[in-house]
Nanobody
Framework: QVQLVESGGGLVQAGGSLRVSCAAS????????MGWFRQAPGPERSFVAA????????NYADSVKGRFTISRDNTGNTVYLQMNSLKAEDTAVYYC???????????????WGQGTQVTVSS
């Protein structure tokens, strides 16, 4: 059974940092793109960041560029999102994803985690 399990969310003050992790199991994701999306109250998930299978190419939403860093471990099955200089508008549920079925910035992936809440207090 394929699973993506996020961890590391929580409450942080504006300007602070937080790292969320995503551990994949059930199959190898070392040869696929993995990403992070977030969803504030509302129907849509928005793209945050994505990383290629080798970790050599990363992409970010403009709203987080320069503040967030996506990375993956040597096995390729754990992905991290380091979030610095957090703002109140970063408050959302953060979802890990793997295996895009379309452009990596669209929320059309084969696999999703259950999400982890990140709350930034101003």
């Amino acid at each position: 059974q394929v699973q993506l399990v996020e961890s590391g969310g929580g409450l942080v003050q504006a300007g602070g940092s937080l790292r969320v992790s995503c551990a994949a199991s059930g199959r190898s994701f070392s040869s696929t793109v993995m990403g992070w999306f977030r969803q504030a109250p509302g129907p849509e998930r928005s793209f945050v960041a994505a990383i290629c299978w080798s970790g050599g190419v990363t992409n970010y939403a403009d709203s987080v560029k320069g503040r967030f860093t996506i990375s993956r471990d040597n096995t390729g099955n754990t992905v991290y999102l380091q979030m610095n200089s957090l703002k109140a508008e970063d408050t959302a549920v953060y979802y890990c994803s793997a295996g895009p079925k379309g452009p990596y910035w669209t929320p059309r992936y084969d696999y999703w985690g259950q999400g982890t809440q990140v709350t930034v207090s101003s």
